[in-house]
Every structure is written in C-alpha cells, then in structure tokens.
C-alpha cells in the first residue's frame, strides 16, 4: 500500500510524525511531504536534533526520526510537481495530512492546488482515493466548518486532533497516539495502540 503522507503548517508535528511511524510500522510504502512552514514548526515543537536546511539532509533526518528501514519512505521536495502523485494517472493507495492547517484545508476544498500537497488531496477526491484530514485548531470558525462540510460531502475524512481519554492516557505520547490510532484506522489498519471502546484495559 502506498500512502502519502503530508505535514502541513499547523501546530501539532507530531501527530504527522507519530502517523508516519505508525505507517512504516504496518509495512506501508511511505511517502512524505512537509510544507516549509512545516519545516519550520518541526524545528521549534519536535525535542532532539532540528530539521537540517538542506533536502538530501533532511531525508536521512527524517528517516533516522521515523526509524524507517532503507527503501521503505521517501522524501519529495515541496514544489516538485513532477512527483508521481501529483497526477491522476499515478495516485496513491491513501493520503494522510496531519497536522492539516487551516489554510490547506480551505484551499483543498475549494479545488485551489497553488502548492504539490494540494495537488496531491485534489488528486485523491477526484480519483476517489482515502483523504484523511487531520486539523488541529480551536475555535473553529463558520468559515473554517463550512469548509470541513464541503470536503466532507467530496469524499474527505475529516479527522480533528481530539484524543479520548477513556483508555486513560499517562502521557502525552498516548494522547497523540490515540489520534493516530484512528487515523490508520480510516486506512484500514489496526494500529494496536489502544483498545476499542468496551475494550479497554482498566488500569
């Protein structure tokens, strides 16, 4: 299964670099793009060593990140609109955006594609591929939902960052994980990171 996965420019880089883990984990052919804003909240939100500027440096960095094996995830460079997916002839199996911000969000739906990962969403709708939207903002306003609603009705799945707590998270990394366990979840996959509900372990 080829997915796309896309990091956009919201708060919450770990909820795409958690996916993108969880996906070489279920033995995906992984494929990454980050927006440059992106890039840049990666540096301030992500502990550890910050993304390197260059791209073929920021490959090896985000494969060390993700633990991915040689060959099992690549990199595209933002603006590369020779990408394979970037056209309906060759879609991915899936495409995941999380975090999705506001400004993709609205853009994908209203078909706007000024950016590759834009073109890639409006790839997947219209060739009727899994898209799965991860937006992490609060409040939402009219605009902001009548723009969920639009995708919505176009075949998107819109997945907002709202972990549950009924699995009794003990860490931050178990809320984030509760949000990516129902993300592979819409792909058809069982993360196994937390039980279904009547399911759960009671600590």
Request: net charge neutral.
């Amino acid at each position: 299964m080829k997915v796309l996965l896309g990091i956009s420019g919201a708060s919450g880089a770990v909820y795409g670099m958690r996916t993108g883990a969880a996906l070489l984990s279920a033995g995906v052919e992984l494929h990454v793009l980050v927006t440059k804003t992106a890039w840049e909240i990666m540096a301030g939100e992500l502990p550890g060593e910050s993304p390197p500027p260059a791209l073929p440096a920021r490959k090896r960095w985000l494969a060390k990140r993700l633990a991915a094996p040689p060959g099992t995830c690549r990199l595209y460079a933002e603006d590369d609109f020779r990408i394979p997916f970037a056209s309906g002839s060759n879609p991915p199996d899936a495409v995941v955006i999380a975090p999705c911000s506001m400004g993709m969000l609205g853009r994908i739906a209203r078909g706007i594609s000024s950016s590759v990962l834009e073109r890639c969403a409006d790839v997947a709708m219209k060739e009727r591929k899994p898209l799965v939207l991860v937006p992490r903002e609060t409040p939402l306003s009219s605009i902001h939902l009548e723009n969920m609603l639009a995708l919505s009705r176009a075949g998107a799945e819109i997945l907002p960052a709202c972990p549950g707590f009924y699995h009794r998270p003990a860490s931050v990394e178990e809320l984030v994980d509760f949000v990516v366990s129902r993300i592979l979840s819409r792909l058809g996959m069982d993360a196994g990171a937390h039980p279904r509900w009547g399911e759960e372990d009671i600590r």
